[in-house]
């Protein structure tokens, strides 16, 4: 009913290949796109912009990053955290360098940076795999945010040890700094995951994506194949990476604002890790349901008792907090191992043959 | 799994439903009410430490609500947000409070005061940061929202300094000095000056950084205590690393009168470390136990009666009687400002000039029913600290004792640093804006 593809043909090996192949498809995203676009930047109060939305967008595009380094070549890495330090520390030194250029243009740039340290720890994976890969980006995560918090050079001496935002303007509007609006700084970084999204998806469909994929399901069999590894791989520590450090760099710089060395550890690691896995290795849409439920979800959990007129205390609720979203996890992996993304995936299958499932 | 899909659809159609009307429900300042939140933290690592400071000042703020009806008449609404000492936690916090009006926000933890100090003047939110955040914001011109008396953590390392130099610290010529510290911005910041210090008057430093991951875990620290043996450890720490600090000198060996922490260690840090605790100092300002009219008011009205979650052993400890100190500031602010508009409800900008005009003398101490509860001292519109004096008291095995007098600390040292720091964070943050509020003390 919702989903009836009668009358839609495809005649053309672009069409059959589109992203969203189904018109309902592209329709309900047009529809996500302009209430994301429009609707929650008019109708949305601070809180839902600036604790609820600039994060989980932030969050979505590291776990898109990690997606690509973990869901579709198969490398597991531990250091996102530290890569996303990277972006951020590389923007702040930029910006402090040269205020005066547009701090878009720097926040790109520092995922240069985040990919140049990226390509350097990924070298190892091409001699180690699996958990193995997993304690040799563990290293980068210690190394680098040991860096971040002994390096006086990287915060720029200042006593406090942190990292701070000054006010950066774009078209005269300022995006940084306590005076940036809340909608402005969502609309950037909205601007910024919906495009660097689109260019993933892009990727992994296309030729680059494949040899990822490749790669993950057997190394030796795509170098047979006349896949070269090496590239293969630090290409893809390369893209990750630079995912990874715009989302570092706009965590600090379009969100937090200030930020310690203790905001990229072995935690975050971890947060963004479960992410992709919730989510589902090897999709996009994973990213960001990964993200809605490890972020989000605790957020509303926490505004629930409240809502329904009970008076819990700020800890217990925080401790109720945990265990429900444990509980949820757990929930969600036992009923569909493969991730959130896969049971919208299965869902939708079953929404196409309704109501006439065969 | 059509159940699920199904379950899934409502689970999520209710999310979002609750994520777009959630502010609209949460219980907003009303117009006769001044809303106080309360960033705590009774979850996570550093909950020991949190856990009494929260009760401290949620119990003093109800019992003025139960016993005066509030203040100058209007009640507090009263707010605890959890941030777990997280900073992206307190931002959150921070944000879903906004709307609410708050008066006054009390982040305790340095990161987040870090982080909310540019939105302080933009958002018109004053910061009270009790005795921690940026040493730097006690320059009044340079930070108008921000405040952290009544000393800073330079302060403090020049009266530790001092004390264990016997009164004056060149008599620490030729010592060694080790500094165990929390090493994130908080344990950071007085690094500069010690080692300033070090060169000045010629004794020499040994750095212990406790990394805030691995602070339940000091055996390497330790072991390079034994190798240096300093003849003094200083320690900067908070939550689960001052517990296992004191257990691993206990281990080590270290003379515990030798060991002298900054302000905050609790009870339940030596409690736990056992007889080998006994003769450990820490700097302190404050009076502890509940022999105070007021303390003994909110026995009566507040944990008595069942409105308080402090437990009984806890009620009156060192910490909690900080989260007290802490409230007494919060509601003399508004006082203040109170008298200073006119208004009966007030709002960030009246209680930041409340702030400005905080003047505890003795006698205000004694009105406030905490006669010899503290020093008294005076917030400028120059000086938002006070660089009050404090005393050092000491673990006898069961609780602590005041064995000085209080310290003053060194003057020509500290505020040079301050200076210099508050200017560089001026340039560093290109467009920090001037100072344009109005001062109204007299002085």
């Known amino acids: 009913m919702f989903y009836r593809e009668v009358g839609q043909f495809k005649t053309s090996y672009a069409a059959d290949m589109a992203v969203f192949p189904i018109r309902q498809d592209r329709i309900g995203f047009g529809l996500i796109l302009v209430v994301a676009f429009v609707a929650i930047p008019l109708a949305g109060n601070q809180f839902l912009l600036d604790s609820v939305m600039i994060p989980f967008l932030i969050f979505s595009l590291a776990a898109i990053g990690l997606n690509i380094l973990t869901g579709y070549t198969g490398l597991l890495s531990l250091g996102s955290a530290a890569f996303m330090g990277v972006g951020a520390y590389a923007c702040y030194k930029l910006s402090t360098f040269f205020p005066q250029v547009n701090i878009l243009v720097w926040i790109l740039a520092s995922g240069l940076v985040s990919s140049a340290v990226g390509v350097f720890f990924g070298l190892p994976s091409l001699r180690i795999k699996g958990f193995y890969l997993a304690v040799a980006t563990l290293a980068a995560q210690f190394f680098l945010q040991w860096c971040f918090a002994r390096v006086s050079w990287l915060y720029n001496d200042n006593t406090s040890g942190a990292i701070e935002v000054g006010t950066q303007t774009l078209f005269g509007v300022p995006v940084t700094g306590p005076n940036a609006m809340a909608s402005t700084r969502y609309l950037v970084v909205l601007t910024v995951v919906v495009a660097m999204a689109w260019i993933a998806s892009n990727i992994v469909r296309g030729r680059i994506g494949r040899i990822w994929m490749a790669v993950r399901d057997m190394d030796i069999a795509a170098e047979l194949m006349g896949i070269r590894l090496l590239r293969a791989k630090l290409l893809a520590f390369a893209v990750s990476s630079f995912y990874v450090g715009v989302a570092g760099a706009m965590m600090v710089f379009l969100w937090l604002g200030a930020a310690e060395p203790e905001a990229f550890n072995i935690n975050l690691s971890f947060l963004l890790l479960f992410m992709v896995i919730i989510g589902g290795l090897g999709s996009i849409l994973g990213a960001f349901l990964g993200a809605a439920l490890i972020h989000v979800l605790p957020i509303v959990l926490r505004a629930l008792p409240a809502l329904i007129g009970l008076n819990l205390g700020s800890a217990a609720v925080e401790q109720l907090t945990f265990m429900v979203t444990g509980a949820l996890i757990l929930f969600f992996l036992v009923v569909e191992p493969n991730g959130l993304a896969r049971l919208w995936r299965i869902g939708k299958q079953k929404l196409r043959v309704w109501p006439f499932p065969y | ?443």
Not at chain 2, 284 to 305: C, E, F, S, T
């Open chain 2, 1 to 443: 799994m059509k159940n699920t899909k199904h379950a899934l659809k409502v689970l999520s159609g209710a999310a979002l439903a609750l994520v777009l009307v959630a502010p609209a429900f949460a219980p907003a300042a009303t117009d006769d009410s001044i809303y106080v939140p309360l960033f705590t933290y009774r979850t996570g690592p550093f909950a020991g430490s949190g856990t009494p400071i929260a009760d401290g000042m949620h119990d003093y703020l109800t019992m003025l609500n139960e016993r005066d009806g509030g203040i100058g008449g209007v009640k507090l609404s009263i707010d605890e947000c959890e941030t777990g000492y997280d900073t992206k936690k307190g931002l959150e916090c921070y944000d879903s409070v906004k709307p609410k009006g708050p008066v006054i926000v009390n982040p305790w933890s340095t990161g987040i005061t870090l982080s909310l100090i540019p939105k302080a003047s933009v958002d018109k939110i004053p910061i009270l940061s009790m005795a921690y955040g940026l040493s730097a914001s006690a320059k009044g011109d340079i930070f108008p929202w921000i405040f952290n008396p009544p000393a800073t953590y330079w302060d403090g390392l020049s009266e530790i300094l001092k004390y264990v130099g016997d009164g004056s610290i060149d008599k620490l010529k030729g010592k060694t000095i080790g500094y165990l510290y929390f090493d994130a911005g908080f344990g950071k910041e007085p690094i500069p000056m010690f080692q300033d210090l070090a060169k000045d008057f010629g004794f020499a430093l040994k750095l212990y950084p406790v990394a805030p991951a691995s602070m339940q875990d000091q055996s390497a620290q330790w072991l390079d205590v034994r190798r240096d043996k300093p003849d003094f450890v200083v320690m900067y720490g908070w939550g689960a690393m001052n517990a296992t600090a004191v257990k691993e000198a206990i281990k080590a060996g270290y003379p515990m009168d030798k060991f002298v922490s900054i302000w905050w260690p609790g009870e339940a840090d030596l409690l736990s470390a056992g007889e080998g605790a006994k003769g450990f100092k820490t700097l302190n300002w404050h009076g502890v136990g509940a022999d105070y009219p007021a303390l003994q008011d909110i026995k009566k009205r507040v944990v008595d009666a069942g409105k308080s979650l402090a437990a009984k052993d806890e009620f009156g400890n060192l910490l909690y009687d900080r989260g007290v100190y802490n409230s007494v500031l919060i509601a003399e602010a508004i006082a203040n400002a109170q008298k200073l508009t006119g208004k009966k409800v007030v709002a960030g900008e009246d209680v930041r000039r409340g702030l400005e005009a905080i003047d505890l003398d003795a006698a205000r101490f004694k009105a406030l029913g905490l006669e010899g509860f503290a020093a008294p001292f005076k917030v400028t519109c120059a000086d938002h600290n006070s660089h009050s004096a404090t005393f050092i008291q000491q673990w006898d095995g069961a609780k602590w004792v005041k064995i000085t007098d209080p310290i003053a600390p060194e003057s020509d040292k500290v505020q040079p640093l301050i200076d210099q720091a508050a200017k560089a964070y001026a340039e560093k943050n290109a467009g920090w804006p001037a100072r344009t509020e109005a001062c109204d003390s007299k002085s």
